[in-house]
């Protein structure tokens, strides 16, 4: 037999990998090695895990990338362990609640293959959103991931997207609005509003202060199945249309449409699907965001196609797409 090759080695070890990335991030090890804490013992001493344990973990990181150890056994940062640092936008919020909504779903990835339901309310009994209502831990971790996230992207969208008549911003299901505080930054004179349920809007207000535009903003809270805020020059969803499946989605897209003028817009800012996987490492955090959605939530990514007959259903046109720098795009759309 020829050897196996590492990849097939990395793929059977991932979930292995994976916990040691979520460990470190609990322990916010990526922090005290970036600030000088190198040495192992010192290590298990600040963060009060067992030394025998710790080091083996850390000998584990090393192993897959996420530190550099030196022949002195000291431990240093790379460019991995640097996505996930606390102080710095990055990957560890999303770790920490992946491992927190996802990681029991996807041991029983087989259900959902089998009948095409998401496994999460076949786990739980009750979907992640009713879930994540209940416990505020879980809303909390859902919340710091996201920020993290549409802090990033927000900013992105800022900078791509011609914003020209905008006057009023509404952020649909927005959490705590960071994506509508990168929003309001490049329009100063625009007011915001930032529409979600209750707890999607935990912390809302201190982040807008932080960002010098809770002033130009009103916070709704409500569903999207209901009624969206009216008034708004441009509406925008960032994220939510890929939580819900074809028949949800065209509800809350109607739900939008009947809060819009006609000149108004809408704009959803999701991964860019493509028709066919012919660049896998462009596409793997599209492709296994899809598989995500498909586990625990019921949802997918769409390809631009799928979007348009998304909107058509729900009495919209596309009438742009707008590419961004990473692998999020923004599909625009106006009454038809």
């Known amino acids: 037999m020829s050897q196996i090759p590492l990849e097939a080695i990395r793929l059977m070890n991932g979930f292995r990998g994976y916990q040691l990335v979520v460990a470190a991030c609990r322990l916010k090890l990526p922090d005290l090695v970036a600030a000088g804490h190198t040495d192992p013992d010192e290590l298990s001493s600040l963060t009060g895990m067992e030394p025998g344990s710790l080091r083996r973990v850390l000998r584990g990181?090393?192993?897959?990338?996420?530190?550099?150890?030196?022949?002195?056994g000291a431990y240093r940062t790379t460019p991995v362990s640097e996505a996930f640092r606390s102080?710095?936008?990055?990957?560890?919020?999303?770790?920490?609640?992946?491992?927190?909504?996802?990681?029991?779903?996807?041991?029983?990835?087989?259900?959902?293959?089998?009948?095409?339901?998401?496994?999460?309310?076949?786990i739980y009994g009750k979907s992640r959103w009713e879930k994540m209502a209940e416990e505020p831990e879980d809303a909390s971790l859902f919340n710091a991931a996201m920020v993290s996230t549409s802090k990033r992207v927000?900013?992105?969208?800022?900078a791509a997207y011609d914003f020209e008549g905008v006057g009023v911003a509404v952020d649909v299901a927005g959490g705590n609005g960071a994506l509508l505080a990168a929003v309001l930054r490049r329009l100063h004179t625009a007011r915001g509003i930032l529409f979600d349920l209750a707890h999607g809007l935990e912390g809302a207000r201190q982040l807008l202060e932080d960002a010098g535009v809770a002033d130009r903003v009103t916070i709704t809270e409500g569903s999207f199945f209901e009624s969206v805020p009216t008034g708004g020059d441009l509406y925008v969803l960032k994220s939510i249309i890929h939580d819900w499946d074809d028949e949800y989605a065209v509800q809350i897209l109607s739900s939008c449409r009947r809060a819009m003028h006609p000149g108004a817009r809408l704009v959803l800012v999701e991964r860019f699907m493509p028709e066919r996987i012919?660049?896998?490492?462009?596409?793997?955090?599209?492709?296994?965001?899809?598989?995500?959605?498909?586990?625990?939530?019921?949802?997918?990514?769409?390809?631009t196609q799928e979007y348009t007959a998304l909107l058509t259903d729900a009495g919209l046109s596309l009438t742009r797409e707008v590419a961004m720098a990473s692998d999020f795009y923004a599909v625009e759309a106006r009454p038809a």
């Open 278 to 303: 012919d660049s896998p490492d462009d596409y793997l955090g599209t492709v296994m965001s899809d598989l995500h959605m498909m586990v625990v939530l019921g949802g997918r990514e769409r390809t």
């Open 87 to 122: 102080d710095q936008p990055g990957l560890r919020n999303m770790a920490m609640m992946l491992s927190n909504e996802g990681y029991a779903s996807w041991g029983e990835l087989m259900y959902t293959i089998e009948t095409g339901k998401p496994v999460f309310e076949h």
């Open 154 to 158: 927000g900013n992105e969208f800022a």
């Open 61 to 72: 990181l090393a192993a897959w990338g996420f530190f550099a150890e030196d022949s002195a």
